[in-house]
């Protein structure tokens, strides 16, 4: 029986019963035996990590079995905003024409910071780049569909429609996988590497991993249309009350808001509460230039909500398997840095998978691979930290010491120089090195001890000043201490970071 699932009405994808397709353009048909070797890595999960992955694996030859749940084109409202240094990185993949103006993508150049009635702007150092190189935002579904259709070029990529239900397992070495295809039969597909890229809401994980899965707000979305942003080409930044406001373009005639809500609820939609929440609450702390758009967006009512998650990688080592993308590592998405750590990741692997001719001694890849877990923390630490601190820092608070460090850094920012764009490269993904977020992150907080020392210090003031700093490591340790101390500050001292790939 041939089962047909189509992408985006352009291409169709054949799967079948006993006799098995090869999937790789051929039109040949194998015998079940040998349909199992034909697969190199098999791949779960087509979004962002999965869709960039397949494309880059298939590149360098491997032969890619990739299995989504949902090949019609996603709807979200995060992911939509790629740092400079995650375009730089889909250069590498080959990647940059998925995200320019066939999708009608925006380039980003910085951000513009609200704080009280007054901005400041804060511009990525792009000044040695070539013109191309900037910030990217777009809807993330045609971003997504368009990686799955490059993909999809390449002979050796196989792509199809199906839900991942387990991991074949045979003593301790994952084999493959079982799925459900579009008609609803079980399926098994075999390859050396099976890599999980299956998402925020992955249900593998926990076979390799060990999730500490945080939810500390939920982001509610809006899109405004046909309005001019105050800073354009840039994303805004509102550090509102009780917590930030985000703008930025998504195309040449929309504007995506997000307002984070702190905690797991948020009001109805159903019953209007959402509705009033942002016209009283919301509205009055949004840059006049927006506020009619915004006002018209939230009478429209297409409202819609998300958790916002946050998990520090926490590996589980096992032969014949790899975690990838939100699945495997997700910070907090104020700062957009996760579809820029994602592809970091894949231009790693790809480099360390490079040497290989042959996958199929399952416990020395393992073993090999483990470098990959701290050959990424410069990139994925820095990122990961920085998202995590911004957001405690930006967020209203009633404590007086918590209230210091916000306005702190928002003066910290708008000093310029290397106060602005020390901290913005690291945000970007440009300079992805932990000692510096560390210096900039204490830099803000002295700087607002001296700014309450001035002019004159006072008892209470230099108390103050001491619970500044309290609260400054408070928030940035217990981050710190997830992503490891060790791989984070001191990589070089870590076994796994020598590992060379196996002879054979």
């Known amino acids: ?14 799967a079948s019963g006993v006799e098995k397709s090869n999937g790789y353009g051929n039109g040949e048909f194998l015998p079940e035996m040998e349909e199992e070797k034909s697969t190199d890595v098999v791949i779960v999960g087509a979004g962002v990590a999965g869709a960039a992955l397949a494309y880059t694996l298939a590149k360098e030859g491997r032969r890619v079995h990739v299995i989504e749940r949902d090949l019609s084109e996603p709807d979200r409202i995060v992911g939509e905003l790629l740092q ?8 590498e993949l080959g990647l940059e024409d998925c995200a320019n103006e066939s999708i009608d993508a925006q380039k980003v150049f910085g951000y513009a910071l609200y704080k009280d009635g007054k901005d400041t702007t804060l511009s990525y150092p792009l000044e040695k780049y070539s013109s191309d190189v900037a ?14 259709e490059k993909a999809i070029t390449l002979s050796n990529v196989k792509l199809e429609q199906g839900s991942v239900t387990t991991l074949i397992e045979e003593k301790g070495i994952v084999k493959g996988v079982i799925y459900k295809n579009k008609a609803g039969e079980e399926m098994r597909t075999y390859a050396p590497l099976t890599i999980v890229c299956d998402g925020c809401f992955s249900n593998l994980r926990k076979s390799l991993s060990a999730p500490k899965v945080e939810s500390p707000s939920c982001f509610v979305g809006l899109i405004l249309e046909n309005c001019e942003l105050p800073h354009a080409n840039h994303g805004h930044v509102i550090l509102g009350d009780p917590s930030p406001i985000l703008f930025y373009p998504i195309s040449s005639t ?18 209007g509460e959402m509705a009033n929440y942002l016209k009283t609450v919301v509205a009055p702390q949004v840059p006049p230039q927006l506020h009619n758009a915004f006002m018209v967006a939230v009478q429209k009512g297409n409202i819609r909500s998300m958790q916002n998650r ?14 990838l993308g939100d699945s495997f590592n997700m910070r907090h998405p104020l700062t957009g840095g996760g579809m820029t750590v994602a592809l970091s990741d894949i231009v790693l692997l790809r480099d360390l998978l490079r040497p290989l001719h042959d996958l199929n001694d399952a416990p020395a890849l393992c073993n090999y691979l483990e470098s990959f877990y701290t050959l990424r923390k410069p990139v994925s ?5 920085l998202a995590g601190a911004l957001y405690k820092v ?9 209230q210091e460090m916000r306005e702190a850094c928002f003066g910290y920012l708008s000093l310029g120089g290397i106060c602005s764009y020390g901290p913005v490269s690291l945000l970007s993904g440009l300079n992805p090195r932990p000692p510096h977020l560390f210096l900039h992150f204490f830099a ?49 001292t870590v076994p796994a970071y020598y590992r060379s790939p196996p002879v054979y």
């Open 1 to 14: 029986m041939i089962i047909s699932s189509t992408l985006g009405g352009k291409k169709q994808f054949k």
């Open 84 to 91: 400079p240094g995650g375009y730089l990185k889909l250069i």
């Open 135 to 148: 910030g990217r935002s777009f809807h993330n579904g045609r971003f997504i569909q368009r990686m799955r």
């Open 254 to 271: 929309e504007v995506r808001c997000l307002v984070d809500v702190p905690g797991t609820k948020v009001p109805s939609v159903a019953n």
């Open 310 to 323: 946050s998990m520090a990688a926490n590996p589980v080592p096992t032969p014949g398997a790899l975690l």
């Open 381 to 385: 630490s820095t990122i990961n930290t």
């Open 394 to 402: 930006f967020c209203a608070t009633p404590d007086p010491a918590r």
């Open 444 to 492: 803000v907080a002295i700087y607002g001890v001296g700014r309450l020392m001035f002019p004159f210090p006072s008892p209470k003031r230099i108390w103050l000043g001491a619970r500044l700093i309290l609260s400054a490591s408070g928030i940035i340790f217990p981050i710190i201490k997830g992503e490891g101390v060790r791989q984070m500050f001191f990589p070089a």
